[in-house]
C-alpha cells in the first residue's frame, strides 16, 4: 500500500541545537499531520498542513516549531532550539483530498535530544 | 477534553481463539465523534484498520469488527479466530464530527496483542 517515509529514524542532537525531521509523503496526498508520542504517553497531534499552511495546531506546537514543505519536496519539522522535553518519536502522516479521514502514518522518527 | 481509553495494555490470545480489545471514549463536541481502529505491525508506521463515522454502524475489515455504540461510548474491536500475523499494537481513535472543525486525532494508549501459536 501507500508508504510514508520518515528519514531518518533515529537523531540524536544536543539541547539547543536545531533539528529537522523529514516526511516523504504519499505522492499525491495534500494533507500533512505531525504527532509526537513520549515514551510511554499516546501519541498527540501536533499540526496539521494543507495548501502551505497551517490549517490546525495544537498546544504542544510551540512556537520553536515550524512545518513545511516546500514546492512537493519533503514535509518537514524543524525544531529551534531544541529542549530535553523535545525528546520522543515523531510521526509524519498524510491524506488524500476527499478522504481526509484515512491518514497514512510514516514509522516515526525517535528524537534523543541530550 | 476528548479522551480514548483502552484499559488492556496487553493482551496473548492463542491462534484461532477469539479477541477483543476494548476502547471506550469521551467526546465533548456537539455532534458524535469519528471512530478509528489503527493497528502498528513491528517497524511500519500505523495503518488505518477500519472507521465508523456514524453512531450505530458497525465496521469491518480483514475479518477484525467494530460497533460504534454512543449508548455505552464504545468502540471494542472483534476478531473470531486470529492468527499470529495479527500480532502487533492496537490503537483506538477519535476526531471530533465534521462540524467540529478539527482533523487532529485523539490516541488511546494502544494495545499490545501477541498471538501465540
Known amino acids: 500500500g501507500p508508504k510514508v517515509l520518515q528519514i531518518p529514524s533515529h537523531q540524536i542532537i544536543d539541547m539547543g541545537q536545531m533539528v529537522t525531521l523529514n516526511c516523504d509523503p504519499v505522492?499525491?496526498?495534500?494533507?500533512f499531520y505531525w504527532y509526537k508520542q513520549i515514551l510511554g504517553q499516546q501519541m498527540e497531534f501536533l499540526v496539521n498542513?494543507?495548501?502551505?499552511?497551517?490549517?490546525?495546531k495544537s498546544k504542544l506546537f510551540k512556537d520553536q516549531f515550524s512545518v513545511e514543505r516546500p514546492d512537493g519536496s519533503y514535509f518537514t519539522l524543524k525544531i529551534q532550539p531544541t529542549a530535553l522535553e523535545d525528546s520522543a518519536v515523531y510521526f509524519c502522516?498524510?491524506?488524500?483530498?476527499?478522504?481526509?479521514?484515512?491518514?497514512?502514518f510514516g514509522a516515526g522518527t525517535r528524537l534523543s535530544v541530550l | 477534553g476528548d479522551s480514548v481509553t483502552q484499559t488492556e495494555g496487553q493482551v496473548t490470545v492463542s491462534e484461532s481463539k477469539s479477541l477483543i480489545i476494548n476502547c471506550t471514549y469521551s467526546?465533548?463536541?456537539?455532534?458524535?465523534?469519528?471512530l478509528f481502529w489503527y493497528v502498528r505491525y513491528p517497524g511500519e508506521g500505523l495503518q488505518l484498520l477500519l472507521k465508523?463515522?456514524?453512531?450505530?454502524q458497525k465496521g469491518s475489515s480483514r475479518g477484525f469488527e467494530a460497533t460504534y455504540n454512543k449508548e455505552a461510548t464504545s468502540f471494542h474491536l472483534q476478531k473470531a479466530s486470529v492468527q499470529e500475523s495479527d500480532s502487533a499494537v492496537y490503537y483506538c481513535?477519535?476526531?471530533?464530527?465534521?462540524?467540529?472543525?478539527?482533523?487532529?486525532?485523539?490516541f488511546g494508549s494502544g494495545t499490545q496483542l501477541t498471538v501465540m501459536p
Open positions: 465508523v463515522i456514524t453512531a450505530g
Open positions: 505522492s499525491n496526498h495534500l494533507y
Open positions: 498542513f494543507y495548501n502551505g499552511k497551517v490549517m490546525e
Open positions: 481513535a477519535l476526531r471530533g464530527p465534521a462540524s467540529s472543525g478539527s482533523w487532529q486525532l485523539i
Open positions: 467526546a465533548t463536541s456537539i455532534g458524535y465523534p469519528n
Open positions: 502522516a498524510s491524506s488524500p483530498t476527499g478522504s481526509q479521514n484515512t491518514l497514512y
